[in-house]
């Protein structure tokens, strides 16, 4: 015993151990010269003392007694391993004093604190056999609740992935609608023997809800732990490739709240492909450059991204607080980092030139003003909805259903989209108008009169000029805004295509392009059933004369000299202006540079 009771507090399975090996209890026979070692008055251990007499019984042998062969001493065994406020003569030190041997044997196994650590003892050792099957059930609940629990992970990452809402509005087991994810629990209980156990359990139980692994408590935590394992890949990922670039932009929530996007941009180190990757989305009430440069550092603090070594390029968009020279958020990472490139995405910029070009004059304002009215007016209700797709299906029986698009949405060239669509639906469009003016217009004059108003301008050949005009254009820089979203695409092939497109846009403004385009408005008249208003002379507006003037303004009294001029050739030129203020040529030696690496110019080289 003394070899290990001075290594106290011992573990469970050293306990267990110590119990099936019982107290050490040795024999003449097992001593040196068949006898125990004698002190200085010659007084020696006695096996005898291993035996309690019992008066009118047999003896009864002291399971608790141990001897030590290495230092002549003994010890109680129980007290030792599990004992409290024991004396250090039988736990530590060893009981030596033979003369009083018996009698302290006597008093210490009537103590308080040995009976209570025998009586222990003697409850683990009947236990002992017990332990192995509590074991084997331990384990069998585990492997139960790691297959429930791999089940309900696949679930959330299902919905997760899918951008689909997890809980009801009613999630009582006898409720019809629980909302996606305890739904998928019973779908999941149809096939899996575990889930489908554990259900039954929890329905059968009396227990609250939320003391189960589909609570809504465990449900947010699945979400978070999925999270957070992906993080942690990234973090990984990101610290291997070691050269990253940032993708930041933000938009109001269903709640009204302004939530910043983060994306990061890297090479993964083994399979060298460029992995694009969310990592935060953060609330922010104030959008300024430096606030947005906070939380801009704050996430990579959280994300252990080292921005100031690693960061080689920042992509963002066209706002002032985004690019100012000065408190923008891009100048701010550049004065501590310079290596950050400032990229702003060339299709949103062309979108932003496009956005110029529909409000730079009345003509532009008003076709696409209508365009927006039409689209509203007949989807307004369902009558007018079905009353646009009988005439379309009368009209075009061959086609595919073609919906009307709105003008003023954030989608890029949603103009374009607009405009093109009511063009090849026109027939259906001017036919529901005058349905819609004939039947509701009667009980409700408002809406025969802007049905009226919206049919009137949609056969003026001015409206058809103008909307020719800017299928011209659009015909140009739709193309090129495709091109600019493909993910093939390398810088200096985006900087060769908008200076293309720029070329393109300038030959537009001749004479001969504008009388093609007033042929292609003929055409279209032509092969319509209904008649156009014809294109009116504008009212001259005389100006006075002030003292000290002489000449007088050159008015244009040819509308159709007037739209080219005006109209046409105007918005030619604002585009042209536009492509000045968002396309500079800064940055184009370094797009240049960095082209090279792209896997076409990659691919051609080697």
Same mark, same amino acid.
């Given at each position: 015993?003394?070899?290990?009771?001075?290594? $106290?507090?011992?573990? +469970?399975?050293?306990?267990?151990?110590?119990?099936?090996?019982?107290?050490?209890?040795?024999t003449?026979?097992?001593?040196?010269n068949?006898?125990?070692?004698?002190?200085?008055?010659?007084?020696?251990f +006695?096996?005898?003392?291993?035996?309690?007499?019992?008066?009118?019984?047999?003896?009864?042998? $002291?399971? #608790? !007694?141990?001897?030590?062969?290495?230092?002549?001493?003994?010890?109680? +065994?129980?007290?030792?391993?599990?004992?409290?406020?024991?004396?250090?003569? #039988?736990?530590? &030190?060893?009981? @030596?004093? #033979?003369?009083?041997?018996?009698?302290? /044997?006597?008093?210490?196994?009537?103590?308080?604190?040995? /009976?209570?650590?025998?009586?222990?003892?003697k !409850?683990?050792?009947?236990?002992?056999?017990?332990?192995?099957?509590?074991?084997?059930?331990?384990?069998?609940?585990?492997?139960?609740?790691?297959?429930?629990?791999?089940?309900?992970?696949?679930?959330?990452?299902?919905?997760?992935?899918?951008?689909?809402a997890?809980r009801?509005?009613?999630?009582?087991?006898?409720?019809?609608?629980?909302?996606? %994810?305890?739904?998928?629990?019973?779908? %999941?209980?149809?096939?899996?023997?575990?889930?489908?156990?554990?259900?039954?359990?929890?329905?059968?139980?009396?227990?609250?809800?939320?003391?189960?692994?589909?609570?809504?408590?465990?449900?947010?935590?699945?979400?978070?732990s999925?999270?957070?394992?992906?993080?942690?890949?990234?973090?990984?990922?990101?610290?291997?490739?070691?050269?990253?670039s940032?993708?930041?932009?933000?938009?109001?929530?269903?709640?009204?709240?302004?939530?910043?996007? %983060?994306?990061?941009?890297?090479? @993964?180190n083994?399979?060298?492909?460029?992995?694009?990757?969310?990592?935060?989305?953060?609330?922010?009430?104030?959008?300024?450059?430096?606030?947005?440069?906070?939380?801009?550092?704050?996430?990579?603090?959280?994300?252990?991204?080292?921005?100031?070594?690693?960061?080689?390029?920042?992509?963002?968009?066209?706002?002032?607080?985004?690019?100012?020279?000065?408190?923008?958020?891009?100048?701010?990472?550049?004065?501590?980092?310079?290596?950050?490139?400032?990229v702003?995405? +060339?299709?949103?910029?062309?979108?932003?030139?496009?956005?110029?070009?529909?409000?730079?004059?009345?003509?532009a304002?008003?076709?696409?003003?209508?365009?927006?009215?039409? %689209?509203?007016?007949?989807?307004?209700g369902?009558?007018?909805?079905?009353?646009?797709?009988?005439?379309?299906?009368?009209?075009?029986?061959?086609?595919?259903?073609?919906?009307?698009?709105?003008?003023?949405?954030? $989608?890029?060239?949603?103009?374009?989209?607009?405009?093109v669509?009511?063009?090849?639906?026109?027939?259906?469009?001017?036919?529901? !108008?005058?349905?819609?003016?004939?039947?509701?217009?009667? &009980?409700?004059?408002?809406?025969?009169?802007?049905?009226?108003?919206?049919? &009137?301008?949609?056969?003026?050949?001015?409206? !058809?000029?103008i909307?020719?005009?800017?299928?011209?254009?659009?015909?140009?820089?739709?193309?090129?805004? @495709?091109?600019?979203?493909?993910?093939?695409l390398?810088?200096?092939?985006?900087?060769?295509?908008?200076?293309?497109?720029?070329?393109s846009?300038?030959?537009?403004?001749?004479?001969?392009?504008?009388?093609?385009?007033?042929?292609?408005?003929?055409?279209?008249?032509?092969?319509?059933?209904f008649?156009?208003?014809?294109?009116?002379?504008?009212?001259?507006r005389?100006?006075?004369?002030?003292?000290?003037?002489?000449?007088?303004?050159?008015?244009?009294?040819?509308?159709?000299?007037?739209?080219?001029?005006?109209?046409?050739?105007?918005c030619?030129?604002?585009?042209?202006q536009?492509?000045?203020?968002?396309?500079?040529?800064?940055?184009?030696?370094?797009?240049?540079?960095?082209?090279?690496?792209?896997?076409?110019?990659?691919?051609?080289?080697?």
């Amino acid at each position: 015993p003394v070899s290990f009771c001075r290594s $106290r507090p011992f573990s +469970h399975e050293i306990i267990e151990y110590l119990i099936k090996k019982g107290p050490f209890q040795p024999t003449e026979n097992d001593m040196v010269n068949c006898e125990f070692p004698k002190d200085n008055s010659g007084r020696s251990f +006695h096996t005898s003392w291993y035996w309690k007499d019992v008066p009118g019984c047999a003896p009864i042998k $002291r399971q #608790w !007694l141990s001897y030590s062969i290495i230092e002549d001493k003994i010890f109680c +065994h129980p007290c030792i391993l599990i004992g409290q406020n024991t004396k250090k003569a #039988w736990t530590l &030190d060893g009981f @030596q004093a #033979w003369s009083r041997a018996i009698s302290s /044997i006597v008093n210490h196994e009537c103590t308080d604190a040995h /009976i209570e650590a025998t009586l222990k003892l003697k !409850l683990k050792s009947i236990s002992l056999p017990l332990i192995p099957a509590i074991q084997e059930q331990k384990k069998k609940e585990v492997a139960f609740n790691k297959e429930v629990v791999k089940d309900l992970i696949d679930i959330t990452i299902f919905l997760a992935s899918n951008g689909l809402a997890f809980r009801g509005h009613r999630e009582g087991w006898k409720d019809r609608n629980r909302g996606n %994810f305890l739904s998928l629990v019973d779908l %999941f209980s149809k096939r899996s023997p575990c889930m489908a156990a554990y259900t039954s359990k929890l329905k059968n139980s009396n227990k609250k809800s939320h003391v189960s692994f589909i609570s809504k408590l465990r449900q947010n935590q699945l979400i978070d732990s999925i999270a957070e394992s992906i993080l942690t890949v990234i973090q990984t990922d990101v610290k291997y490739a070691r050269f990253f670039s940032i993708s930041i932009d933000s938009t109001f929530d269903a709640s009204r709240k302004e939530q910043v996007a %983060f994306v990061i941009r890297y090479v @993964q180190n083994k399979t060298s492909i460029i992995s694009e990757r969310l990592i935060a989305v953060k609330e922010s009430s104030n959008t300024s450059g430096r606030e947005l440069f906070s939380l801009f550092q704050l996430v990579c603090s959280e994300r252990n991204l080292d921005w100031k070594h690693f960061l080689i390029g920042q992509s963002y968009d066209g706002a002032p607080n985004i690019r100012g020279q000065f408190e923008g958020l891009r100048s701010h990472v550049q004065k501590v980092n310079s290596s950050a490139l400032y990229v702003w995405c +060339h299709a949103h910029r062309l979108n932003l030139v496009l956005s110029r070009a529909v409000g730079c004059c009345k003509d532009a304002m008003d076709v696409f003003g209508n365009l927006e009215s039409v %689209f509203t007016f007949l989807t307004a209700g369902k009558c007018r909805v079905e009353c646009y797709e009988r005439y379309y299906k009368q009209l075009y029986p061959k086609q595919q259903m073609r919906r009307l698009k709105r003008a003023a949405t954030t $989608r890029w060239m949603s103009f374009s989209v607009a405009l093109v669509t009511v063009l090849d639906t026109f027939e259906a469009v001017v036919a529901a !108008l005058d349905e819609i003016q004939t039947k509701e217009g009667a &009980d409700d004059k408002k809406i025969g009169h802007l049905s009226g108003c919206l049919s &009137d301008y949609l056969l003026s050949e001015r409206f !058809l000029l103008i909307a020719h005009c800017f299928k011209k254009i659009f015909g140009i820089l739709s193309p090129v805004n @495709q091109i600019l979203q493909k993910s093939d695409l390398d810088l200096l092939a985006a900087v060769n295509c908008i200076e293309k497109t720029r070329e393109s846009i300038r030959k537009l403004r001749c004479d001969t392009v504008f009388m093609e385009i007033v042929k292609e408005m003929e055409y279209f008249e032509l092969s319509s059933s209904f008649c156009f208003t014809k294109l009116k002379e504008s009212r001259i507006r005389r100006k006075k004369l002030m003292p000290g003037e002489t000449s007088q303004d050159d008015s244009i009294q040819d509308p159709l000299h007037n739209i080219k001029v005006n109209s046409f050739f105007y918005c030619l030129d604002i585009i042209d202006q536009s492509f000045d203020n968002y396309f500079s040529n800064e940055s184009l030696e370094v797009y240049k540079d960095l082209s090279l690496f792209s896997r076409k110019r990659l691919r051609e080289v080697f």
